[in-house]
């Protein structure tokens, strides 16, 4: 986990009862938390990531869904604000790209300094061919709700090594988004950020 990472807290913001107002990582960091409907915002008053809201999988759009996020249905949506701008992660319900990142850390950890071993377990972090599929599919759905939105594919790219990785770079006019399939470590998760 990266500083600032805001995970810890967010899984326990999850957990918590629907009349809590904070919650508090093993670290001693206290973190404000408020239910929405459905979903949870979480908030801190210091760091560089100042807010987390996470959506369930629903099937109507949640009424806390930022403007310009797409919603996507039947996916767990997690959006990051960070100085007023948007990270968001779409993720297929019945994958968890942050246990997928805690796992692959602790593999990454156990290899030591050994370079070769490091690369062999960097390797094995891709996503399953079947999940890139559907991830595919999901890319596809963002991507046409982009462009319905006026948005123009400024770049395309594609890969297999070392992950499977899809990214297309949108515009529309000044500004820039960047919307990717496997771009955080091989996570099997869909992101959309902001360039500019």
């Known amino acids: 986990m990266h500083k600032g990472d805001l995970r810890p807290a967010l899984e326990l913001a999850k957990a918590a009862p629907a009349d809590a107002s904070s919650v508090v990582t093993p670290d001693g960091k206290r973190y404000g938390l408020r239910q ?3 979903g949870i915002e979480l908030s801190t008053g210091e760091g ?3 807010r987390v809201l996470w959506f369930p999988p629903t099937d109507e759009p949640p009424s806390g869904l930022p403007q310009g996020v797409p919603f996507l249905p039947g996916l767990d949506t997690t959006v ?3 100085h007023e701008r948007l990270l968001t992660q779409w993720a297929l319900p019945d994958v968890d790209p942050g ?3 805690e796992a692959a850390s602790r593999r990454m950890q156990a290899a030591g300094p050994d370079a070769n071993k490091r690369r062999d ?3 094995s972090l891709a996503p399953s061919p079947e999940i890139v599929c559907r991830l595919d599919e999901v890319l596809s759905l963002l991507r046409e ?3 319905r939105d006026g948005w123009a594919v400024e770049d395309e790219e594609t890969r297999e090594v070392p992950f499977p990785l899809r990214r297309l770079v949108l515009v529309r006019g000044a500004s820039r ?3 990717a399939r496997g771009a955080i470590f091989g996570l099997p998760s869909i992101t959309m950020r902001e360039l500019t």
């Open 48 to 50: 560089e990531w100042s």
């Open 80 to 82: 990051t604000i960070r």
């Open 177 to 179: 988004t960047e919307v």
């Open 145 to 147: 709700a982009l462009e």
């Open 121 to 123: 377990v960097f390797r």
């Open 99 to 101: 246990g997928i990142a």
């Open 36 to 38: 929405l409907k459905p």
